[in-house]
């Protein structure tokens, strides 16, 4: 080496804004090499050296995976060529410093035990898995089939829990018939399971005291009542504001049954006087009585009679009276009607034109006569007028106390009646 070449050189930012001639040959201080031109590129392209240090690698990933590099140019690692790994079969690979892949295997998958410090999990054949540390499914869990578990979940035994609860409620949802349960304090108003027991006792406390009085409509007394027996027999009841009692002395069904009734109005008073006026009436016209015709003989012959004396007086009496009434006014010293013109009204009718006698006294007396008429036919014609006339009439009354009496047959009071009873809470 007598001669020496020397070569235009300068940094890699130096080279990164200098573009050199078609084929000219710089050197790069900073990574140590030379770096070729072609006229066109800034900075132009730099070499790698032998050891490579001065290209990284993500350089050559990229140009494998281009194709720029073929898989030939590479050394030849020494591994046989094919695919590694298989569901029964984990691959095995060695790779050097350089990321070269030395060596390639694989090995049988463990089926019985996958251990990574102390957990494990093992897989028996054609058995359960088991597992000796806890699981995490933070997405959920999925199972088709049974889940068995020996131990605890959570903290709590399944298979007891199974024991205790597991015949407790059915299908639906709702506790199964006889499920029994501890009964609470009647005061304990939580949100335990009620037995009967408990409501019985509540409903006692709280909604029938003892001692509480109800009426029923059946003959015995319901569960926890005793049918009270004294003095409650045949009765009425009676609703009242103050405080309630009893009494009365005749029993309801002897009260309403079917009866007659007599009884007798106390004496009542009647007075004073009645002034009866007749008003004023008006006749008038004529009468006239139409031709008659007679005619023959007639013999008249009145034979020996006894009569002489007197004939004796005789009052007629209200039912003898022609059947007539009377206005009534007010006379002075009776009673008015509400307006004050004096009128009371009109009297009843009274009066039935009954038959009456008079008696007659006398000494026997004889009368003889005889004799005879013949006519012929004639006519007796009679006419009669009458003018307008009045007739007036007034009379008084007084009546003393008098009684009125009423009689009422099958008075029917058996009225229709439920039967009841009372019941004292116990």
Partial sequence: MAKLLKLRRGTTTQHASFTGAEGEVTVDTTKDTAVVHDGSQAGGRPLAREDMTNVSSASIAGRLGTGSIQGTQLENSGVTAGAYGSSSAIPIVTVDAQGLVTAASTT?????????????????????????????????????????????????????????????????????????????????????????????????????????????????????????????????????????????????????????????????????????????????GNVSVGNTTAGGNVSVSIANAAAGGTVNSHTLTTAQMPGHSHSAGNSGNGRTNPNGNGRVGNTGNAGSSQSHSHGFSGSNHSHNANASFSGSAHNHNASFSGNAHNHNASGNFSGSAHNHSISVGNLDMAVQYLDVIIASKD
Avoid: C, E
């Fill in 108 to 284: 049988a998958i463990d089926s019985t035990t996958i251990a990574n410090g102390s957990a494990s999990v093992a897989v028996a054949n054609n058995g359960p898995i088991t597992s000796n540390a806890n699981h995490d499914f933070s997405a959920g869990i999925d199972v088709t089939g049974n889940v068995t578990v020996s131990g605890t979940v959570d903290g709590v035994d399944i298979a007891t829990r199974d024991t205790l609860f597991g015949g407790l409620t059915s299908s639906s949802g709702v506790l199964k018939a006889g499920v029994t349960a501890s009964t609470q304090a009647a005061s304990d108003s939580s949100t335990k399971v009620a037995t009967t027991s408990y409501v019985k006792s509540a409903i006692t406390g709280y909604v029938f005291p003892s001692g509480t009085k109800m009426i029923f409509q059946q003959t015995s007394a319901p569960t926890g009542w005793t049918k009270v027996t004294s003095s409650v027999d045949n009765k009425a009841l009676r609703v009242v504001s103050g405080t309630a009692g009893s009494g009365g002395s005749n029993a309801f069904t002897n009260t309403l049954q079917s009866r007659a009734i007599n009884a007798n109005a106390g004496n009542t008073t009647q007075g004073g006087n009645i002034s009866v006026s007749v008003g004023n009436t008006t006749a008038g």
